[in-house]
């Protein structure tokens, strides 16, 4: 007999770097990409129902629809499977939306792996790899989560051993003002923005190796092309940095940046002076769900 309810909490991610490497036939585009997921979370809790639907309630109503991707990844599940339980799904948001950092790809991951436990489903990893990575390109890093290199349209995740350099410890998110769509981005890209995934792999060879990690290394293909369009970003970074980050990079396909420090002191030094300003601005570090 299963409980009524299951919670579960579900992790927001950083692009350490994303080199995009070229345009595809797909219309998608070939990326490498270091994510790691960070201690920024939102809660879920599911509630059994009698009814044969799933139902969402989010505390930013403008997500209680059924186009929310919890709500496609759990009736995907009792579609594949011909299950009739209803199920309530409770969804506490408080990683920004649209932003970056992978929140709405990092719920319907938590979402899928919940169903699994609570349901007890005969799913495989590889089948929840295959649903995952047909709702979104970002959902099969999120079933894992960590420390990992994504390829492919960002499906295809090798993992990797945790580690973080200590000149890293803290991660300061600076989420601007407005929301940007991810396709726009994509869709901005110039020729010139394409590498060859150099900065991934160094960036992973040097973290598996344990070497030195150069902020230049940090590199993101969408972030030329964001900045230019974007100026509450261009400002945004030039207003960190006139803060006191050392460097300051762009997650995924913004408009958050980031920048990092080793030590407390300093980083909450910097957030103080960007909330002076009225940004919203966290403090956080790497984490490892499960
Ligand atoms: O896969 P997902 O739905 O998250 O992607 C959102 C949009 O971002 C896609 O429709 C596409 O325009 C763009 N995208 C891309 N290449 C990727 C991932 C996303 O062009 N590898």
Redesign the pocket.
């Known amino acids: 007999m299963n409980a009524t309810s299951y919670f579960v909490q579900s992790y927001a991610k950083i692009n350490l770097t994303l080199d995009v490497l070229g345009k595809r036939a797909d ?5 490498a990409t270091v994510m790691q997921t960070i201690d920024l979370y939102d809660t879920i809790c599911l509630l059994a129902t009698n009814e044969d639907r799933v139902s969402i309630a989010c505390n930013r109503s403008e997500l209680s629809t059924d186009d929310n991707l919890v709500v496609r990844a759990a009736q995907e599940i009792r579609k594949r499977l011909g299950l009739t339980r209803g199920v309530l799904i409770e969804l506490h948001k408080r990683i920004p939306v649209a932003a970056g950092l992978g929140g709405g ?1 990092g719920n319907a991951a938590a979402i899928l792996l919940a169903l699994q436990r609570w349901w007890q489903l005969p799913l495989t990893a590889n089948d929840l790899w295959s649903i995952a990575a047909e709702l ?3 959902i099969p890093f999120f079933l894992t989560g960590g420390l990992a290199l994504c390829e ?3 499906e295809q995740i090798t993992p990797m051993a945790p580690y973080w350099p200590s000149s890293m410890r803290w991660i300061l998110l600076l989420k601007p003002a407005i929301a940007v769509s ?2 726009t981005v ?2 901005n890209l110039k020729a010139s923005d394409y590498s060859n995934g150099t900065w991934s792999k160094t960036v992973q060879t040097a973290l598996q190796t344990k070497s030195l990690l150069q902020p230049a290394d940090l590199h993101n293909s969408l972030e030329r092309g964001v900045i230019e369009q974007y100026t509450e970003v261009a400002q945004a970074r030039v207003a960190m940095l006139e803060a006191g980050a050392e460097y300051v990079r762009l997650s995924g ?1 913004g408009p958050t940046l980031f920048t990092m420090f080793s030590t407390l002191t300093d980083a909450i030094n910097v957030q103080q002076k960007l909330l002076m300003l009225g940004y919203e601005v966290y403090l956080t570090r790497p984490i490892y769900p499960g």
């Open positions: 219309g998608y585009h070939e990326l790809s979104g390109s970002d492919g349209r960002g991810t396709a994509f869709r396909s």
